[in-house]
């Protein structure tokens, strides 16, 4: 084996009440992908950024032979700017005292060739998919040529499609001799594209061996240290109807659904399969009632719009969960009571019931496994799974008749992901209605009891859990018949 | 990889501490002694009967809008109108008070009451432009700062002039209107208890109602709330007529506490002052209460400062600006970075 | 970073302490004159009779070795915290300056019986019982004479203005003692009246006096306190020949030429004399009234306008000012004596 380009020895960090990272030793080799997993909180980001130079390790040493690049989980990128400004930024050519657009944005299009990253340099980079923000991102780093390249959860934010083209272009960084360190927890993609894994638990290297040599069971029991979470079995249930949609028409022309017709019934999920920009996001914002559409969406028992909705134990589980989910600021109790707060039980009169809000939120730790200090800490600081198995189990709480998941179990780890999805069988198998729009096809096979396919606004394609063909979703979800 | 230095309750005590420091040096720029400057306004705020009295009238004077903004704050809404606020329901009360008969008990409670309607009716104004027009609430209430100083002028010079006034004020109002005073010998009114339990009151609404909780969910997180049921535009006339209203209280126990008639100069920028005093206190309400007394030392002690120690009054203006422009804008720059920090863990 | 704020902190902490050590006191020595004044919502630089009175707060510095204090009112609020302040550090005397102040000086004067204090242009029936408060007003309409007569002598279009504040009982003496004085002179003038509302607007005080010129009148006489600025503005571009004539301090300097006069009530003798009482241990109480036989009152020295007026209009305002000294002719101070003023004929 050649000397390692990075080499790291004996790292050790810690925050204030938890020990991140707890005397690691990793090496990278030049030409050689090199995946570290693991559960989030396993310490896997803080490794990164130490390796990176962006934190300084309590002890243990750092030597790298080359310059290294870090692409981070979240991008940090100046929207209003454009994508050659944005790769550019702060190394722009000159001519005299003025920038030299030209020249930079031919650097950045030949950059792009060169790495197979399709992307016009002049696109304002708000303007831009998170996929094709990615590979900004990425090129960014790049252009700086650097012998080690660090990848934190480089494809949480992409479509399949995406990936496969965004490890194209990883693959062939490493073949013209770059070492690449890739943290993720996706199994598939460690698999898939990696050289070596290096599985890391609590702060610690657990276990590290060639990829060729490892499964994806293996890997996912070494992260969990133990026996994989088992999802809920589904149980025999008889489908009454929920919710109707009929001819839905919603969004902008890009991005919106065009002439949508739906059922849900309870008892049973019906999963939306395709491709993140679908149309998505404007039919779950359409069903929740936050974005006016034409068409019908009704519920059986009939509810009334908007302000009923709420009472009428129909619940979301929206796709950000910082954003259109979580109060980040607020406790565990105040975020459990949120969109609940109208509900008999939790009002009274004019009053907030604060101990039937305590109780519910401790219902829902328990329940959903939330792992907290206390219920008066802040949202801000839980886990990401945490935070999102909080929302779920706020969403779920009351068995209400309707449940829209968007994304349900993104960005969070194996066990936090397995503990969402049982908890939604069951609440399918106690009768209610699921309606579940994922961008991990594997996620819906795993779950739905009926799939769509959503391409371009329409439903591409239905298949019932009994006939369905991976293959012929995957090719209605690229578009092709 | 959080960057954020100062927790939310340091920010308060970075600010008490900046604001001495800032008061030294603008002593020493003076030529005063810092010692003799600190001492000449301890004494002139706190040392007798009657300087404790004026501080607490200053005090009382504060805290009314401060409370306002705060509310509004809390909602999300930068609500900068509560001079226009306090001015309003003040002239309601002023011109009520000067002008009818009633027996005093119900007289006072009339008077405050419209002191609530006038200053919420003008906080109204700002949450429809908002609701309906989306009219940014910073601008609106701004203006309607000005619009509020020329219609009470306009309407105390032209029909609600005083018979025996001099200025543009209203008639006094009889000695029984006169809120009880509360330290004899002092011109500290029971206003200052009203103010109190108004903070009371909102702690209880922030911790206890559904209501309180809508407007802090909607003001930390707007889209979060807008997609759980809660309906922003209602939050938002409803929040800044509260506000107003709150104001507006003050504004009347001024004229029914203190000054007895309406006058068109009646604050000198309680409005204004108070976004610092809101901002100090963390737009909480119980630590409002503690900020609006040391703004009230500030107030009351800065005049015995400039007449035994030869420091400028104006020196507190100028450091309760900075107070607000570095207050304010670092809860700007908070609010922005949350979408960015969102997710950072 | 955290470290190096640290670190500034207590460095500008050391700063102050090391540069407090080298400061003296600046406050009252023991057994000082001290002598505090509020201002109304004018203020100082008003050109008027709060820097009329702040004058008479610098003489008694230079000539009793007073220590003074000014605090400024901004608005009607501060009236009773600054008279407060001021009492609590128990100056020998404290200036109430302005009519505004007369009710609340009131109250703060019957809360501390033992404190000296003096309003001017007050209302002396809301102190008749507070024997702790010199009340000092002037005979505004004997040098508001002098200026009616002087500006019924130099229209050219036989008409002139008058320019009040607010319409107060106090303005009302300039106004008819300024009508009365034209009457004295030329009954044919015609006088247009118009009050701004205010004492320190500015900028409604130019736009009424250029109504007031619009109208036809080529003298406006503005008894409105700092609002009268925006009337010396006004006439800064009307053609020669049109004059503003200022009130209370000396104001012929802020527009050479084009302000006839000031009609000056002399303020800063009120105090200093108020004052060198304290001072000598005989303090004044009740109402002082002060006049053109005082010197309190009167018009400037034309020192810019002299060669305008003439001798002979000049020859005939003295002998106009000798008669009012000797009481032949009584101003009137309200517009019912107005009315009812009989031009006195002089030789």
Not at chain 1, 455 to 463: D, E, K, S
Not at chain 2, 117 to 146: C, H, Y
Not at chain 2, 254 to 279: C, D, K, M, W
Not at chain 3, 87 to 97: C, E, G, S
Request: charged share 20%; glycine share 10%.
């Amino acid at each position: 084996m050649s000397t390692p380009a990075l080499r790291l020895r004996g790292i050790r960090k810690a925050f204030p009440g938890v020990v991140a990272v707890d005397g690691v030793d990793l090496d990278l080799t030049a030409g050689e992908i090199h995946a570290l997993v693991g559960e989030n909180g396993a310490g896997k980001s803080t490794l990164a950024a130490i390796a990176f130079g962006e934190l300084h390790p309590d002890a243990g040493s750092v030597e790298s032979n080359g310059t290294v690049g870090l692409v981070h989980q979240h991008f940090e990128l100046v929207g209003r700017l454009n994508v050659w400004q944005n790769v550019l930024l702060g190394r722009e050519p000159r001519r005299g005292w003025r920038i030299d657009a030209a020249a930079a944005r031919e650097r950045v299009r030949a950059l792009s060739k060169a790495n197979e990253l399709d992307i016009d340099p002049d696109a304002l980079v708000e303007d831009l998919p998170i996929g094709a923000q990615q590979r900004v991102e990425l090129l960014r780093e790049l252009e700086r040529d650097p012998s080690i390249l660090l990848l934190d959860e480089p494809t949480a934010a992409l479509a399949p499609a995406e990936i496969d083209g965004f490890f194209a272009s990883v693959t062939q960084l490493a073949r013209r001799g770059t070492a690449v360190l890739i943290v993720t927890h996706k199994l598939q993609e460690v698999i898939a594209y990696s050289a070596r894994v290096s599985v890391m638990r609590r702060g610690r290297i657990v276990a590290a061996m060639p990829t060729a040599e490892t499964s994806v069971d293996e890997i996912a029991r070494a992260m969990v240290g133990g026996e994989l979470p088992q999802i809920a079995q589904r149980a025999q249930t008889t489908p009454r109807p929920c919710l109707t949609v009929h001819a839905l028409q919603a969004g902008s022309a890009e991005s919106g659904v065009t002439g949508i017709d739906l059922e849900v019934r309870g008892g049973e999920i019906v999963g939306i399969a395709g491709v993140e920009g679908n149309g998505q996001t404007a039919l779950a914002d359409a069903i929740a009632g936050v974005l006016p559409y034409r068409g019908s969406v009704r519920f059986t028992p009939e509810l009334s719009p908007k302000r009923e909705r709420s009472r009428v134990e129909t619940s979301v589980i929206p796709q950000d969960r910082h954003v259109e989910g979580l109060v980040l600021n607020f406790s565990i109790v105040e975020n459990a009571v949120l969109g609940r707060q109208n509900r008999p039980g939790i009002r009274r009169g004019v009053l907030l019931d604060r101990e039937k809000a305590r109780e519910d939120a401790q219902a829902i730790v328990e329940r959903f496994d939330v792992r907290a200090a206390s219920l008066d800490v802040k949202v801000r600081t839980l886990s990401g799974g945490n935070q999102q198995k909080l929302l779920v189990g706020r969403a779920l709480i009351d068995q209400p008749h309707f449940v829209l998941a968007y994304n349900p179990t993104r960005g969070i780890d194996v066990g936090a992901a397995a503990l969402v999805q049982s908890r939604l069988i069951e609440t399918r198998n106690a009768g209610t209605a699921v309606l579940l729009i994922s961008f991990d096809l594997d996620e819906i096979l795993a779950l739905a009891d009926r799939i769509c396919v959503i391409y371009r606004g329409a439903i591409a394609g239905r298949f019932d859990r009994a006939n369905v063909e991976r293959a012929a979703i995957g090719r209605l979800m690229a578009g092709s018949q | 990889m959080r960057r954020r230095s100062l927790g939310n309750a340091a920010a308060p005590l970075a600010a008490v501490i900046i604001i001495i420091v800032l008061m030294s040096i603008a002593m020493l720029v003076a030529g005063t002694s810092p010692l003799d400057g600190f001492s000449a306004l301890i004494a002139g705020s706190l040392g007798g009967r009657s300087q404790i009295g004026e501080t607490l009238v200053a005090t009382s004077a504060l805290l009314f809008p401060s409370l306002g903004i705060a509310l509004a704050f809390r909602a999300g809404l930068f609500n900068i109108g509560a001079e226009g606020q306090l001015l309003v329901g003040a002239l309601l009360a002023g011109a009520f008070g000067g002008s009818v008969t009633l027996p005093p008990f119900l007289a006072i409670i009339i008077m405050l009451a419209l002191g609530a309607i006038g200053g919420g009716l003008w906080g109204a104004i700002a949450g429809w432009m908002k609701a309906k027009l989306r009219a940014n609430e910073i601008i609106s209430t701004l203006m309607l700062n000005f619009v509020a100083q020329y219609v009470t002028l306009w309407l105390v010079t032209q029909w609600l002039m005083g018979p025996a006034a001099i200025g543009a004020e209203t008639a006094w109002l009889p000695n029984t209107y006169w809120l009880p005073t509360l330290i004899p010998h002092t011109r500290l009114s029971i206003g200052i208890l009203i103010a109190i339990a108004i903070a009371v009151l909102l702690q209880f609404l922030f911790t206890r109602t559904v209501l309180g909780y809508e407007l802090r969910a909607a003001g930390e997180a707007p889209e979060a709330a807008r997609r759980n049921g809660i309906n922003l535009p209602r939050l938002t006339w409803l929040s800044l007529t509260l506000s107003g209203a709150i104001a507006g209280i003050g504004g009347a126990t001024i004229v029914a506490g203190e000054l007895h008639r309406f006058n068109t100069q009646l604050s000198p920028g309680y409005g204004y002052v108070a976004i610092a005093v809101a901002l100090v206190g963390d737009l909480d309400p119980l630590k409002v209460c503690v900020a609006s007394f040391f703004f009230g030392i500030l107030e009351a002690g800065g005049l015995a400062m400039q007449a035994s120690a030869q420091v400028p009054k104006d020196t507190i203006h100028v450091i309760e600006g900075i107070i607000i422009l570095v207050l304010a804008a670092r809860r700007y720059v908070a609010q922005r970075s949350e979408r960015v920090e969102a997710g950072s863990l | 970073m955290k470290d190096r704020l640290r670190a500034a902190f207590a460095a500008a902490a050391v700063a102050i302490v090391l540069a407090a050590c080298s400061v003296h006191h600046r406050g009252p020595h023991p057994g000082q004159l001290k002598l505090g004044m509020v201002t109304d919502v004018g203020g100082l630089g008003d050109h008027s009779f709060n820097d009329s009175a702040y004058r008479g707060l610098l003489e008694s510095q230079s000539q009793l070795g007073a220590y003074i204090q000014v605090l400024q009112s901004r608005s009607a609020a501060d009236y009773q915290p600054n008279l407060t302040a001021l009492t609590n550090l128990h100056f020998d005397m404290i200036y109430a300056v302005g009519v505004l102040m007369s009710r609340d000086l009131s109250e703060v004067a019957q809360a501390n019986p033992t404190q000296h204090y003096a309003i001017i242009d007050g209302d002396p029936t809301a102190f008749a019982g507070d024997s702790n408060v010199v009340v000092v007003t002037f005979k505004e309409q004997d040098g508001s004479f002098l200026a009616g007569a002087l500006a019924a002598m130099m229209s050219t279009t036989h008409h002139i203005a008058f320019l009040g504040g607010e319409d107060l009982p106090l303005i009302e003496k300039f106004e008819a003692g300024y009508a009365a004085g034209a009457r004295e002179v030329d009954p044919s003038t015609k006088v247009d009246v118009k009050y701004v509302g205010s004492f320190d607007d500015v900028a409604a005080g130019e736009e009424l006096t250029q109504l007031l010129f619009d109208g036809g009148a080529d003298i406006v006489y503005s008894a409105a306190g700092k609002a009268t600025l925006g009337s010396i503005d006004a006439v800064r571009t009307r053609p020669a020949g049109t004059y503003v004539i200022g009130v209370d301090s000396d104001m012929d300097g802020l527009l050479p030429g084009k302000v006839l006069t000031s009609m000056v009530k002399k303020v800063y003798v009120a105090v200093f004399d108020i004052a060198k009482a304290i001072k000598d241990g005989r303090p004044l109480s009740g109402h002082i009234v002060l006049g053109l036989q005082q010197h309190a009152i009167g018009l400037t020295d034309f020192r810019y306008t002299r060669d305008q007026i003439g001798p002979q209009r000049l020859a005939r305002l003295a002998l106009i000012e000798r008669a009012i000294e000797e009481g032949r002719i009584v101003p009137p101070y309200t517009l019912a004596g107005e009315a009812a003023f009989k031009p006195v004929p002089l030789p």
